[in-house]
């Protein structure tokens, strides 16, 4: 009789062991998600959090820091940036007829808006009224025309196929091609579009603009 009661209280005590070890585990893992074949799990969806309606009043002033990865290695005349990085810093200084897009596409900016005739071997270029120069002098035609024949006068590549800049009116432009050119808008309106005031040039010369911009 004694030895059937210790009997039990093993197998009673061995059968507890096996409970409590199943629990235990049961509660250590992760619950597995049940996937249909060919089907993906569904996603968790996060509602972004909603803005503040206050309004924020603008201000002027302050110090504008931007991140780049790379010094500039000229900042001055126009016709002597030839880095990314010395076009990109350069921009509070100096502005271009046409800019790139957060897409990658070129859009007016100085200029308005071009035509390009590949049969008549030209490019015509409408400009933006009202816009002044850090001297007070005009943004106009012989602006433009001053600063493309410098880039052209350079020898700079990216004109080596411009033979002529002519004034069609005090805002509008035509730029002759000696040969057709199917990448001459980004050359001639971004790279070669830096404008710089023709006056301030010809007062002070090229080593103020080096010197001060």
Known sequence: MKRTLSSRRLIYFSLALILMTAVMLSACGSPATSTAPGTEPSATTIKPTTASSTAVTPKSGGTLRIGYNRDAVYL?????????????????????LARYDSSGQLVPWLATGWTVNADDLTMTITLRKGVKFHDGTDFNAEAVKFNLDRFKASKRSELALVKSVDIVDDYTVKVG?????????????????????????????????????
């Open 76 to 96: 001055g005349d126009p016709i002597e940036l030839t880095q990314q990085q010395d076009m990109v810093m350069s921009r509070p200084a100096i502005e271009t």
């Open 177 to 213: 091609l000696s040969t057709w050119d199917n990448t001459i808008d980004g050359s001639l309106l971004y790279y070669a579009g830096n404008m710089a005031s023709k006056q301030a040039f010809e007062k002070n010369g090229k080593a103020w603009y080096e010197r001060t911009r």
